[in-house]
């Protein structure tokens, strides 16, 4: 890499205060800082904490972490496209399908976010932090396949700018960015987030479907959608051609959804590198499962006349973007409690109400988004009651009794 490293300094000059490329030096800069390590150390006087990661390590740990949930999605939604026009193709043309159909979302939703990211660093003479790397990775993963790209650039710009930069950028957002996509497309373009025809992509991508027309009793309704409209208190759940969905379906998620929501084996790979990196809080990650699980098993037994209330709560964790939500978003450390305590009241609070808005909101029922958010806004009221009810207890300790 000295080639490269040489290259980088000899353009430098061009990009600093009064060379010919200055107007762009926060571009130059983000680019060289995520090529190579920066030399550059702080100036301030006292203590400083040294340490290896970086939030660029920390982003990059998280985009890895992400991969195996779009492999997975890109080739499921090309499962799901050539079940649905009743074909019968190879992996590779399969995965092709959906890699085409995901990409144009994946660089609609980087241009838009870095962009403006971009812009707003040269703006203010600052540096571009690594941020949207990770949430522009995740914008297309929970978006629903047909969503016009238009929408996705409307609604990325809208995070990045009220839901971001209007607070200072990465590190001070009190709302997960990619969320606020989500919620943002959802209440402008309900339609286009929800029903059964957005999740599975019928048309062809780049002329791939052979003419072929959709097969007979074919319905794209996710699990969690067939729940919601459910007319009876218990429902079979099943995929678009009528084929049951069981557990181990569940966990395999060949059925319709967001892009890289419903794969239980590729979110717990992701899981497993951002625990074992130390990126990823586990107690709040164990603590959403453990919330939302406890409180689909009480509806289980409470007896509501619901098809939701009475699916059994291990499908819950594993349906919809219950599993993604608690690996990826709830967990994101801006957004989330920091204290100790806090994470474990954080994370029940998110999947109990997760399982509630499912369960009793027919009008949207993944419910995960909502309660994600709701969490990221009680979060740092969390943290103030922990800290409150620990400097007390430690009052309490060094009081001296007369």
């Known amino acids: 890499m000295k080639w490269l490293y040489n290259i980088v300094e000899k353009l430098r000059p061009q990009f600093d205060e009064g060379g010919k490329f200055h107007a762009f030096h926060s571009l130059f800069d983000g680019f060289d800082t995520f ?5 550059t150390t702080s100036k301030r006087i006292g203590a400083q904490v040294h340490d290896a990661t970086d939030s660029k390590r920390t982003m990059i740990i998280v985009v890895l972490a992400l991969v195996p949930a779009m492999l997975f999605g890109m080739y499921n939604v090309g499962y799901q496209h050539f079940l649905a026009t009743g074909q019968s193709v190879g992996f590779w043309q399969t995965f092709a399908f959906g890699l085409l159909a995901v990409l144009p979302l994946i660089l609609v939703s980087y241009i838009v976010g870095l962009g403006i990211e971009f812009t707003v660093a040269q703006w203010k003479h600052e540096e571009i932090a690594e941020g949207f790397l990770v949430t522009g990775f995740i914008i297309p993963l929970i978006v629903p396949i047909d969503t016009p790209l238009w929408m996705v650039a409307i609604a990325t710009a809208f995070a990045v700018i009220f839901a971001k930069e209007i607070f200072g950028g990465t590190g001070y957002n009190i709302f997960n960015v990619a969320l606020i996509t989500r919620a943002f497309l959802f209440f402008a373009y309900p339609s286009k987030m929800s029903g059964d025809q957005v999740f599975v992509r019928t048309d062809s991508t780049w002329g791939w479907d052979g003419g072929k027309s959709l097969v007979d009793g074919f319905s794209g309704a996710t699990p969690l959608g067939q729940l919601a409209t459910a007319q009876e208190s218990s429902v079979g759940l099943h995929n678009i051609v009528g084929e049951p969905i069981g557990v181990m379906e569940a966990m395999n998620g060949l059925y319709p959804g967001s892009v890289g929501e419903t794969c ?44 939701a209330a009475n699916t059994p709560w291990y499908m819950h964790l594993m349906l919809g973007g219950f599993a993604f939500g608690a690996v990826f978003m709830a967990t994101d450390p801006v957004t989330s409690a920091r204290t100790e305590t806090g994470k474990w009241i954080y994370g029940l609070l998110i999947g109990c109400l997760a399982i509630l808005v499912r369960c009793f909101n027919p009008g949207y029922p993944e419910g995960m988004m909502l309660a994600i958010l709701f969490g990221n806004l009680c979060a740092p009221l969390i943290d103030w009651c922990v800290v409150r009810v620990n400097i007390n207890k430690r009052l309490k300790r060094s009081t001296v009794k007369k």
């Open 264 to 307: 239980v084996w590729a979110i717990l790979l992701g899981a497993c590198l951002l625990l074992l990196t130390g990126v990823a809080s586990w107690k709040t990650m164990l603590s959403v499962f453990v919330g939302g699980g406890l409180m689909a098993f009480v509806l289980n037994i409470s007896g509501a006349d619901n098809a």
């Open 35 to 39: 090529l190579f390590t920066p030399n």
